[in-house]
Nanobody, 124 residues
């Protein structure tokens, strides 16, 4: 079992950048990792995911070309670089993990482990 802790959220103006980190309590070398977000009154939405070896990534259309997911397995950490932020990116961001060498999924139910989230607020 792995425990996840997100960090890096905050308040930023539109057009700004933030880098989120998801630190795991154990080795994540064989874990697929994903980022999701949830705004008040809305369901959880897929943002990005990365395969256990970093060989493939998937992005939601709404963040493609603005966000970049990456991982450092030696540090047991996954990152989400968010550029050109928009007010509609405002949400609580969560990272999820699943121990698998399969390709990633965009479904939140596919992930077994979750962190507590970090709040991102983008002002206009």
């Amino acid at each position: 079992q792995v425990q996840l802790v997100e960090s890096g959220g905050g308040l930023v103006q539109a057009g700004g950048s933030l880098r989120l980190a998801c630190a795991a309590s154990g080795h994540i070398i064989s874990y697929a990792m994903g980022w999701f977000r949830q705004a008040p009154g809305q369901e959880s939405a897929f943002v990005a995911a990365i395969r256990w070896d970093g060989a493939s990534t998937v992005y939601a259309d709404s963040v493609k070309d603005r966000f970049t997911i990456s991982r450092d397995n030696a540090k047991n950490t996954v990152y989400l670089q968010m550029n050109s932020l928009k007010p509609e990116d405002t949400a609580r961001y969560y990272c999820g993990a699943r121990r698998t060498t399969l390709d990633v999924s965009t479904a939140p139910t596919w992930y077994y482990y979750w962190g507590q989230g970090t709040q991102v607020t983008v002002s206009s």
